[in-house]
């Protein structure tokens, strides 16, 4: 694990744990601009209270206009391309028309609420007694113990609940709990751990302990479009924090983040899609659990924060919506979602120094990615990486390499700006243009983009 020299960390919400601490994994996984990974995530056991701001004293705040949930459209945003499918059924209810004066979180509440679940992993703990001799054979049993608990939402009539995959990674089974208590068994459907994302599903057609059947709890949820989310717009979160189902906190959005985007502890976000800020409380057990905006449209998934306690400071993350269109369907369909690789390993050189880059003898005015490593398309495509290692700041570094300048012709600056526009608008098999500064002339690269392996323990059908 990485040493951290900074008072404020990034955390990844991990489920509640049910033994009676809070178990949070920090965010310690290093990532290159085309979103290979190294490293472990780690963290530590940490409580926290919730923050929450009361919707009955809420102060009403006009919103702008939010499109309606379906729309489909071209382009990318700081939170990822607007494009894509809704996942799942076209089965939702509209965005909520706020009578005057009255709380947005108040009528969030009362309208998505049905649509929120808890998540609970379950552990399979088996045990033997009566082990002798004289020919007598030990007796097994088995049991089910709950492990950790999350928040997830309904967002079809066939049982599909979306949540973060921290929340059911390591799940040996799980279950669903709706907002009337009603507990069932779940199955997973398919999970990306690189955008922290899953699927479970509970049977439509199955019934409650009293017989009553379980599609008329599946209320599923309006989706927003958060290519066109407004900083400083309502926020509201409805999840289970601390374990306590139901829980609604209400906020704004407070930024937009790039992916990889470097946080003013230097810490990046490591989320794929980017993600929506917020100062609406979020703590452990809220992960998995929906943003919503004051129209009652999920603009978020909950994911991570940052903290020094690993409880809710106003710094809060969620992964955005049009990520989800994107990657969802696919989980439904193949179990996995399939990323596209470039092949670059770099470093941004917004991360230098003037007298660092005059030590490496780049022009002190040039931006754009300093080329580590290449590998698969890129090394195909000609791509040089770097050539010598040298020593700087404290850490070793390889010159020599290409210095990617432009994608597409977008201008690269920071190191999540590559990983962004792959993930974001392009697919495997498809190419890139990237433009390269190699011994002080630029160059034009075209790139075929490949099938990026998935991660480890996910399987595609």
Request: glycine share 14%; hydrophobic share 35%; proline share 6%.
């Amino acid at each position: 694990m990485k040493t951290r020299h900074s008072s404020l960390l990034p955390y990844r919400l991990a489920a509640l744990s049910l033994a009676g601490s809070l178990v949070l994994s920090a965010c310690d996984v290093s990532v290159s601009p085309d979103g290979s990974r190294s490293g472990a995530q780690a963290g530590p056991a940490a409580t926290g209270t919730q923050a929450a701001s009361s919707a009955s004293s809420a102060t009403p705040a006009s919103t702008p206009a939010v499109q309606s949930a379906g729309r489909t459209g071209t382009g990318t945003s700081a939170t990822g391309s607007t494009s894509g499918s809704r996942a799942g059924s076209a089965e939702v209810a509209g965005a909520l028309a706020r009578p005057a004066g009255a709380s947005p979180a108040a009528q969030v509440y009362q309208q998505a609420g049905p649509s929120v679940v808890n998540i609970t992993s379950l552990a399979v703990v088996r045990s033997q007694f009566g082990a002798g001799g004289q020919g007598q054979q030990a007796q097994q049993t088995q049991q089910t113990q709950p492990r950790g608990t999350g928040s997830g939402f309904v967002i079809d009539a066939q049982g599909h609940i979306v949540t973060n995959n921290h929340v059911v990674e390591d799940a040996q089974q799980l279950s669903v709990t709706f907002p009337d208590r009603t507990t069932v068994p779940a199955t997973l459907v398919g999970r990306d751990p690189d955008n922290d994302l899953a699927v479970v599903r509970v049977d439509p057609n199955g019934t409650d302990d009293n017989g009553r059947p379980l599609r008329d709890r599946l209320k599923p949820v309006a989706m927003g479009d958060s290519g066109r989310i407004t900083i400083g717009e309502d926020a509201i979160a409805i999840g289970s924090p601390l374990g306590l189902q139901q829980t609604v906190t209400l906020g704004i959005v407070s930024a937009l983040r790039q992916p990889g985007e470097d946080s003013g502890s230097r810490q990046s976000l490591d989320l794929l899609g980017g993600a929506v800020q917020t100062d609406a409380a979020i703590n452990p057990g809220n992960s998995g659990g929906p943003l919503f905006n004051a129209g009652g449209e999920v603009i978020g998934v909950n994911t991570a924060i940052f903290s020094q306690s690993g409880g809710s400071i106003g710094i809060g993350f969620a992964i955005p919506i049009n990520v989800v269109k994107r990657v969802v369907p696919e989980l439904i369909n193949r179990g996995c979602y399939v990323h596209p690789l470039v092949g670059v390993s770099a470093l941004s050189l917004s991360q230098m120094g003037p007298a660092l880059k005059q030590q490496l003898g780049i022009p002190t005015n040039q931006k754009g990615l300093l080329v580590q490593e290449a590998s698969a398309g890129a090394a195909q495509a000609g791509l040089r990486a770097g050539t010598q290692t040298v020593n700087a700041s404290g850490g070793q570094l390889r010159v020599g390499g290409d210095i990617v300048t432009e994608i597409d012709g977008r201008p690269l600056a920071a190191g999540g700006d590559l990983r962004a526009y792959i993930e974001n608008n392009k697919r495997p098999g498809e190419s890139v243009a990237l433009t390269v500064v190699r011994d002080g002339q630029p160059r034009q690269l075209t790139v075929a983009l490949s099938q990026r392996p998935p991660a480890e323990g996910v399987s595609c059908r």
